[in-house]
């Protein structure tokens, strides 16, 4: 069974860094799309990142120049770098996979069908 578990998250001050990570295992064949959401409280869930099987990422504008996406295929792990937060990055994260590239270009949460548990991040003005 697939199955997405982020570590990662935590407290820092505005200005701060974390990484996240997403380690995916249970996948039958290769993971064409992987991306990072987030989640505020009462709020839908928005992409923050993508990042497809040819290596090509998108970035929603307000984490672009901020936030790195990358995945080490090799060890089925998905990355978030995230420098010069903001007190508005402060949300759940998640990890989620779907199955076509084409889903990474204009992500939308009823594209991916597999999902981590999430990891918190708060930012601290």
């Known amino acids: 069974q697939v199955q997405l578990v982020e570590s990662g998250g935590g407290s820092v001050e505005a200005g701060g860094s974390l990484n996240l990570t997403c380690v995916i295992s249970?996948?039958?064949?290769?993971?064409?799309?992987m991306a990072w959401f987030r989640q505020l409280p009462d709020k839908g869930r928005e992409a923050v990142a993508t990042i497809d099987h040819l290596e090509s990422t998108y970035y929603t504008d307000s984490v672009k120049g901020r936030f790195t996406i990358s995945k080490d295929s090799d060890k089925n792990t998905l990355y978030l770098q995230m420098d010069s937060l903001k007190p508005e990055d402060s949300a759940m994260y998640y990890c989620?996979?779907?199955?076509?590239?084409?889903?990474?270009?204009?992500?939308?949460?009823?594209?991916?069908?597999?999902w981590g548990q999430g990891t918190q991040v708060t930012v601290s003005s």
């Open positions: 249970g996948y039958p064949y290769r993971v064409d799309c």
């Open positions: 989620a996979t779907a199955d076509d590239r084409v889903y990474c270009v204009h992500p939308q949460v009823y594209d991916f069908g597999s």
